[in-house]
């Protein structure tokens, strides 16, 4: 599951999502669902936002993981 930052990036930009949409041929309902819904873009999608706010893919888009660690049992001294 892709996790994004669009809206945080975005905003930083200072681009509306009227005109990410227009630079990325994009349509506004799209942006929305990405920030909002957590909509998963395709590839094109997602090489088009990432162009239109000329950032790299992976500065907006990324996989969360979580790390698991485990402890060793620990014997009192």
Do not use: W, Y
């Not at 929305?32 to 395709?42: A, K």
């Not at 888009?61 to 620990?74: N, P």
Request: proline fraction near 4%; hydrophobic fraction near 40%.
């Amino acid at each position: 599951m892709l996790n994004n930052k669009l809206r945080e990036v975005r905003i930083e930009v200072g681009m509306s999502v009227s005109e990410l949409a227009r630079r990325a041929k994009i349509t506004r309902q799209t942006i929305t669902n990405i920030e909002l819904r957590g909509q998963e873009p395709t590839g094109f999608v997602l090489l088009s936002i990432s162009a239109a706010l000329k950032r790299d893919p992976r500065e907006i888009f990324f996989v969360k993981t979580v790390k698991h660690v485990e402890q060793a049992d620990q014997q009192p001294a």
